[in-house]
């Protein structure tokens, strides 16, 4: 518990370091707010646009479609906002920063995966919470209490998922250094969950579901709450969840053991 | 992601929003092209060399800055277009989609409106760089820009499905000559009496960010000082 408590001090404190950097760039994070949002509203558009056109894609109603979208921008946003520091490891490893983390009595993978949260996501998750809220309110679905509580957890399992993947990403970066191109390939895979992942091609389903387990993440919390049928079952979820964690973990330790701080 | 979305959004259709199957296909495929050739830029940051002095020593060189940048932007540029023939190769070899091929009149003029796309995204990202001279916020109207510029362009989607009066809108600023008017020159998709207003319309923008950019250039280095450069 105290050791906890340790963590949050110092989460607080970066925290706390991030918001008074966003205040004194106030103008740069007021655009980017805006930027975020517009690209949000884009992305609506693009669904009322085809629901114009078509009734249902792969399966799915055009309203159970905007629920698979508004998903995976909550997990997106919410694991981006916590864990956008990963984006800067590569010049922390070039520049021999690395070593200062790895001699300081906190895991060091805290601090890689969640030093400078990200403002702009994290104050845009209200205006997008608050207007998701209310645009399922005017769908037609069938939301239950049960669904609501399981939707929770698999959003939380999501953010679980999303953390291991990071784990992945910073320990290729101790090895290769270069991170960019493996955040951006990331980026590129995780935006395939803005539809349901069981729309594409069976192979790129099935590497969705148990190689980079984007559809885990998006994919099965929206089909909980909408109540359809689930791609993969739960339980198998929290296993593959799990195993992702572990793998990735011994992944960073194996990656770690390599680390010869050549730059530093 | 695209070509899958619009696979499946084509499964039980014949035709959406006035393209067929190989036409939006082909739409796809063109579009990337042109990412890679006309919006993707190696100028993301030059409001910030601007800020920091760092084009100081670019002055000194016995090249001009714009001259040295357009070599710049020229080698990512081929770098980009060569990693999205790989990419639209295998993709092309795996899904085998039919793709809609221009006659070679429209194909010529296509070349020529794709460098007009490029001169105008190199202008805008110049007109940007001078953020640097006067402000340390440079990111920010840039992250907007880009955002604006994805879906302004036709690059998330064709234009030509908004509503009416959001194209009307567009067709008034140069951002859809930067991918969307290309593609739709490839589709075959623009009447031939239009040909000529398009072309004029794409060096009108030039011209005009060209000018744009010499004033406020001229302007921005009057007051550049790069201090302790």
Partial sequence: MQRLAIYWRVWKMSGTNALQVAFVNRGTNLFFLLGKSFRFLIS??????IKEQVTTVGGYTNDEMVVFFLTYQLIDVTSQSILRNVYQFGSQVKSGELDFLLIKPLNPLFRILTDKPDINDLLFLFPMTIGSAYLLSTLSLSITPLSAVLFAVLFINGLILALALHIFIVAIAVSIVEIEGVVWLYRDITALGR????????????????????????????QVLL??????????????????????????????????SASS | MALSVWSVLFVNQETLFSYNRA????????????????LATSLHGLAQRVYSGEISSLLLKPMSLFSYLAIEEVADKARNVLATIIESGILLVLFQPQIVMPSSGALILFLLWTCGGVL??????????TLGFWSPETWGPKFLFFIFLDFSAGKLFPLNILPVWLQTMLSFTPFPYLTFMQTQLFLDKVPVGDLLKHSFLILFWVALLALLNSLLWKRGFKSYAAQGQ
């Avoid at chain 1, 079952?233 to 964690?245: D, R």
């Avoid at chain 2, 939006?24 to 990412?35: E, G, K, R």
């Avoid at chain 2, 105008?120 to 760089?129: R, V």
């Fill in chain 2, 120 to 129: 105008l995204n190199f202008l805008f990202s110049l007109l940007f760089g």
């Fill in chain 1, 227 to 260: 109540n359809t049928k689930l791609s993969v079952s739960l339980p198998l979820v929290f296993v593959i969840t799990g195993a992702t964690l572990i793998l990735s973990v011994l992944f960073w330790k194996y990656s770690l053991k390599k680390y010869s």
């Fill in chain 2, 23 to 38: 036409e939006m296909i082909s739409y796809i495929f063109v579009a990337a092209l042109l990412q890679g050739l006309i």
């Fill in chain 1, 195 to 222: 539809f349901p992942v069981t729309i594409y091609h069976e192979s790129l389903r099935l590497a969705l579901f148990f190689l980079v387990p984007i559809g885990l993440m998006t994919t099965v919390p929206a």
């Fill in chain 1, 44 to 49: 609506l558009l693009f669904l009322l646009l």
